[in-house]
């Protein structure tokens, strides 16, 4: 039933590992690990994901938020936001309100925008209310969407 080796085994199986762990000598191992984080400075003193991996940054709705707002990633709001916003991507939800200074790759509007925008791509919902100084080269207004203020295409 059970497996029954002798003595004389057992001690010559030690012997024989002893012998070989001390006759075996380290060797040494390269191994190129890719960097996870990008070391470049982002003003927040801490280092961030390389590319455009970061995970979407969402403000409730219910949440209100004042203040200044950097990244490299994407920004969804559902409540409200006050300030200075620089990111790649934004989307202002149905309940959405965004009121500030703001440049960004790609915005998309389908609650209410005011303040002045810098961005590439803008589309506009149709239940959405831009207002304000608006800077793009792409725009997409959907119909009943409401645009009031300044609009300038970029170059």
């Known amino acids: 039933m059970f497996n029954k080796r002798r003595n004389d085994e057992r001690e010559k199986m030690a012997s024989t590992n002893d012998n070989s762990q001390a006759a075996t000598e380290p060797v040494p ?33 219910g949440f209100e938020f004042i203040g200044e707002i950097r990244s490299s990633g994407y920004l969804t709001i559902d409540g409200t936001v006050r300030g200075t916003l620089s990111l790649h991507s934004i989307q202002i939800g149905v309940t959405g309100v965004l009121d500030g200074n703001v440049t960004c790759d790609t915005m998309n509007v389908k609650g209410n925008f005011s303040g002045s925008l810098d961005c590439r791509d803008l589309t506009i919902g149709s ?3 831009v207002d304000g100084k608006v800077s793009f080269k792409s725009i997409t207004i959907q119909r009943g969407g409401v645009v009031k203020g300044e609009l300038k295409k970029k170059s």
Do not use: C
């Open 29 to 61: 191992v390269e191994a190129e690990i890719a960097p996870e984080f990008d070391q470049g400075h982002n003003g927040g003193g801490l280092a961030k994901p390389a590319g455009n991996n970061l995970k979407p940054s969402i403000i409730s709705e």
């Open 127 to 129: 239940r959405a209310v």
